[in-house]
């Protein structure tokens, strides 16, 4: 039997955005979204679970991580590990702003 796993479903709501927000705004949110896949750890095992995270991006570009919540300590820590990674150039508009993301992190069959 071959099994397929389903990308993560993310839902973010963004505190200070609204709905007319510009490219670099759109840009780094897909970022981030390509950015946190379905981590190889949960595979075997077909783990789920939900992270919730807010988190603010610095005048140098780098992500601070304000708050995580989870029931897993796992999926919260590779969440946080793959949004260190995301580097934002100074001229982005997101620099100062806040951001709220929920990941969903389903396997499926």
Known sequence: MK?????LLICFFIGSLTLQAGNDELNFKQNVITQVKYPEFAKDQR???DVYVSFSVTEAGDITINQTNSISPDFMDYVK???KKIKVNADNEVIG???YFKFSFKYQE
């Open 3 to 7: 099994t397929k796993i389903l990308g």
């Open 47 to 49: 783990l789920e679970a």
């Open 81 to 83: 590990s793959e949004l």
């Open 97 to 99: 702003k806040t951001f």
